[in-house]
């Protein structure tokens, strides 16, 4: 909604709360007692008669006109009901304020000013070299804001980028980079020649990845996208061939040409023309060079609006992005801007999307497009057209843009050499893990058009984490704690895919977690990961077999292999499959018929799932079961289920709470000592001599080793 239609009458009368908003803005300089919340409640409490109230809520929600906000808006289960909050901008108090929702910032309302207008106009960019000063007419400014033209400035994006390249180093811009392959290893410069897509001569060129090139990640969507297949990729590679197809090209497709070529640059990889969609061998080589592609292009176009491939680019062309939304009150004029980066990724169709994770975590340098503006990402900062709450302004800036530096643990870090920090191996130790269990209940939680592409789709960030510690992956599990990754616990509304073998992560569907616990990190910044209890591991399929030995070198045990080794056994290509893999490992195993597993419900703090608590022989809680919300309780009476130990935790005790909030112990502290340690063990269930894994389980150490468990060879499929 532009100034054309916000709201004007002055015989609205604003309420008391904002009132008091505008009384911040008016005293310029606030005292300390006005740096306080002047707008706190849920929705409904916005009047629908106050114009700033409606001002607000259509920050929180932009989708919604100026309707009273209805009660079904608010949660109304036992959850706590969702608020919003305004406050002043600590870092520019009497100018900008933040609009939070839910606990997420949905935006911020700017007073606008002829000091301030390059914080909160985000055409500010069309009065380069007008100074922010008092002297400054308010005529132009209006302009800015009304316009309907509202287009991205290509040069403030070139500038973005060259200002990378010139100032960030090898973190952004090197072409130097190791990639695992399946006959060794190479550089960029080396590596096999893919399709690119020539902007200039509007055709299709294969060239090799160390060729300077833009990458585009968008989602497809329901779009009926334009492909390249065999029978028109000789056709493609024509001079003008994309020229004569451009009516069958998709919207963000072609915008995305445009900007490449807006930009001085000439290639640009697309996967729906730069992989041959019918050539299934190129295919499957390509996915497994997603991390090649990502991680060697010189930036990446992120479509973040829309829903499919025809949502284009907003800002590109005329009147492809609406204006921004203002309100004039007591002789000031409020501007609303966008929220930061963050912030717009997960409020994205995109983020939700499986495929587009490995493409943000892979790239070096990102180009987002949201419906509201765009910003610039690289290893080193971000940087918006406007200002938002958790940027701060550079002072060495010579056009109207805000940037932040970027912490190696941020939401926005990419997955790069910089943030894993792969390169010492002092500081690779107590960081593969978490990184990797990170990253796994990040990607389940997302959706995917293709179960079948549970693997395809994680694929590249699986060779970008080999590139740094080495080892391989079976089954999304990765060799160097092979152990540690088959105790991942599902989450809610799960189904178990029949295709993948029971033992990995990719055989359910949803989020899954590793729980808090393992690995274990002390005050001192130590790391206690859990005791082995197998010594030897066996994959099986019908490519061949592998053995894993978790019980091996310090390195190895903590996911450090080294840059470049291939361990003997399954091809790399095998190790992604959905081939069926049986899993035999020698453990101590316990018949599970003199459990029981209690039906009350325990949540566990770091966990996506719940847990039951487990009954031992005597009747004492012993332990703790996990399962997928709304999942039925296994029966182990019936003969079928066993516990099978994977290792042993001598310094977790993990923290449990039940619905109303109350903290319990995973076990009875009167009759097990709570510093004993737990067994770590999966529930499995035989039919036959195979059994399939069920779900984890944690029992008190010294109740499992009273309980008597007898060692013996487990099959799991």
């Given at each position: 909604m532009g100034i054309a239609q916000s709201t004007h009458s002055k015989s609205q009368r604003l309420c008391k709360k904002c009132q008091d908003t505008v009384s911040v803005f008016r005293s310029r300089r606030p005292q300390d007692e006005d740096f306080k919340i002047t707008h706190f409640g849920p929705l409904i409490d916005l009047l629908p008669e106050c114009p700033l109230c409606q001002f607000i809520r259509q920050v929180v929600e932009p989708e919604v006109e100026q309707s009273p906000p209805e009660p079904s808006l608010e949660d109304t289960r036992s959850e706590p009901v969702k608020r919003y909050a305004v406050y002043p901008d600590i870092r520019h108090p009497w100018k900008v304020f933040c609009v939070e929702y839910a606990g997420f910032i949905r935006g911020c309302i700017g007073l606008l000013g002829p000091d301030n207008y390059a914080l909160i106009i985000r055409q500010s960019h069309e009065l380069a070299g007008l100074p922010c000063s008092p002297k400054v007419?308010?005529?132009?400014?209006?302009?800015?804001?009304?316009?309907?033209?509202?287009?991205?400035?290509i040069s403030l994006i070139r500038k973005w980028l060259l200002e990378c390249e010139k100032n960030h180093g090898r973190a952004c811009n090197s072409r130097e980079t190791w990639y695992p392959t399946r006959t060794g290893s190479m550089y960029a410069d080396q590596l096999k020649e893919t399709l690119l897509i020539d902007v200039v001569e509007n055709r299709l060129v294969s060239a090799s990845l160390s060729q300077r090139?833009?990458?585009?990640?968008?989602?497809?969507?329901?779009?009926?996208?334009?492909?390249?297949?065999?029978?028109?990729?000789s056709y493609l590679g024509r001079q003008g061939a994309l020229s004569t197809e451009q009516s069958q090209l998709s919207q963000t497709i072609r915008d995305a040409m445009e900007l490449v070529k807006a930009l001085g640059e000439r290639y640009l990889w697309v996967d729906a023309l730069c992989i041959v969609q019918d050539d299934a061998s190129q295919k499957h080589d390509l996915i497994e060079r997603m991390h090649e592609i990502y991680d060697a292009a010189m930036a990446t176009i992120v479509a973040l609006s829309g829903r499919d491939a025809d949502s284009g680019l907003p800002g590109l062309r005329a009147r492809s992005r609406q204006a921004q939304r203002s309100i004039e009150r007591a002789n000031l004029q409020f501007i609303a801007f966008p929220p930061p980066l963050l912030e717009e990724i997960k409020a994205s169709y995109w983020?939700?999307?499986?495929?587009?994770?490995?493409?943000?975590?892979?790239?070096?340098?990102?180009?987002?497009?949201?419906?509201?503006?765009?910003?610039?990402?690289?290893?080193?900062?971000?940087?918006?057209?406007?200002?938002?709450?958790?940027?701060?302004?550079?002072?060495?800036?010579?056009?109207?843009?805000?940037?932040?530096?970027?912490?190696p643990d941020t939401d926005l870090s990419p997955l790069t050499d910089q943030w894993v920090r792969c390169r010492n191996i002092g500081e690779t130790r107590p960081l593969?893990?978490?990184?990797?269990?990170?990253?796994?209940?990040?990607?389940?939680?997302?959706?995917?058009?293709?179960?079948?592409?549970?693997?395809?789709?994680?694929?590249?960030?699986?060779?970008?984490?080999?590139?740094?510690?080495?080892?391989?992956?079976?089954?999304?599990?990765?060799?160097?704690?092979?152990?540690?990754?088959?105790?991942?616990?599902?989450?809610k509304g799960q189904r178990r895919k029949t295709d993948f073998p029971t033992w990995s992560w990719t055989s359910w569907v949803g989020g899954v977690s590793y729980i808090h616990g393992w690995p274990i990190m002390t005050r001192k910044l130590e790391f206690y990961y859990p005791v082995v209890s197998v010594g030897k591991f066996v994959l099986e399929s019908e490519d061949g077999s592998t053995e894993l030995e978790p019980k091996v070198s310090w390195e190895k045990r903590l996911g450090f292999l080294g840059r470049g080794q291939v361990t003997p056994g399954m091809d790399v290509g095998q190790c992604f499959s959905k081939?069926?893999?049986?899993?035999?490992?020698?453990?101590?195993?316990?018949?599970?018929?003199?459990?029981?597993?209690?039906?009350?419900?325990?949540?566990?703090?770091?966990?996506?799932?719940?847990?039951?608590?487990?009954?031992?022989?005597?009747?004492?809680?012993?332990?703790?079961?996990?399962?997928?919300?709304?999942?039925?309780?296994?029966?182990?009476?019936?003969?079928?289920?066993?516990?099978?130990?994977?290792?042993?935790?001598?310094?977790?005790e993990p923290l449990l709470h039940e619905p109303s909030g109350n903290i319990i112990k995973i076990y009875d502290e009167n009759h097990f000592s709570p510093h004993y340690g737990t067994a770590n063990t999966l529930l499995i269930k035989f039919s036959g001599v195979v059994a399939k894994r069920v779900t984890v389980a944690q029992i008190q150490h010294s109740c499992w080793l009273s309980n008597n468990p007898q060692l013996m060879m487990v099959q799991l499929e």
């Open positions: 007419p308010l005529e132009p400014l209006q302009h800015l804001i009304s316009s309907s033209d509202q287009r991205v400035s090139y833009i990458a585009l990640s968008y989602v497809w969507g329901k779009a009926n996208v334009f492909q390249t297949k065999k029978a028109n990729r983020e939700s999307r499986a495929w587009t994770l490995q493409e943000r975590m892979l790239s070096r340098k990102l180009i987002y497009f949201s419906a509201s503006q765009v910003h610039f990402q690289c290893q080193k900062c971000v940087k918006s057209e406007v200002a938002v709450s958790s940027m701060r302004t550079d002072e060495s800036r010579t056009t109207n843009t805000i940037s932040m530096e970027l912490s593969f893990f978490p990184v990797y269990s990170r990253l796994v209940q990040q990607y389940t939680m997302r959706n995917l058009s293709h179960e079948a592409d549970i693997l395809n789709a994680f694929s590249g960030i699986m060779m970008h984490l080999q590139n740094c510690y080495g080892g391989k992956f079976f089954s999304g599990l990765p060799e160097a704690s092979f152990d540690l990754a088959l105790l991942w616990v599902s989450g081939r069926r893999i049986l899993l035999t490992f020698e453990a101590w195993v316990k018949v599970a018929r003199e459990f029981t597993i209690d039906e009350k419900v325990i949540y566990v703090r770091g966990a996506s799932s719940v847990a039951h608590p487990i009954i031992d022989p005597q009747g004492r809680h012993c332990g703790m079961i996990f399962s997928a919300e709304g999942e039925p309780i296994p029966v182990l009476k019936d003969g079928h289920f066993a516990f099978a130990l994977i290792s042993v935790n001598d310094r977790c």
